[in-house]
């Protein structure tokens, strides 16, 4: 496999993941948003998908950190839009909640990252 098929795979990867950890966080907690939740299924979730997509692609660590962060904006506009409940402080849970939680796939990247040095 060549190494830009292999980006692509793994970008797409994360950012299918992003969305899912968003989608799917919200059902096994039973919060809309998965930051309300008082559990670790949605932060550890993020931190192992960006340690995970720096593996597949260490020397671009941080696409897979930029994917997870769109599939889970992607996530989280479809809960938005499909939703009658959503509320009307969505707007700041995207430009504040969403990115700060993002970190935590940078954190998992940047870990790797360091250990592969």
Known sequence: ????SMTVLAVSG???WGAVIWLASSYITGKQEPWDARSLVYPLSLFIAGFIGAALI???F?????????????GFLWRV???????????????????LY????????CLLDWQAR
């Open 1 to 4: 496999m060549s190494k830009n």
């Open 58 to 60: 260490p020397r671009r």
């Open 81 to 99: 839009f499909t939703s009658s409940d959503a509320g009307g402080l969505w707007p700041l849970g995207l430009v504040i909640a969403l990115p």
């Open 102 to 109: 993002s970190l935590l796939s940078l954190f998992g990247a």
């Open 62 to 74: 941080w696409l897979a950190v930029v994917a997870v962060w769109t599939g889970q904006t992607v």
């Open 14 to 16: 994360c950012a299918g």
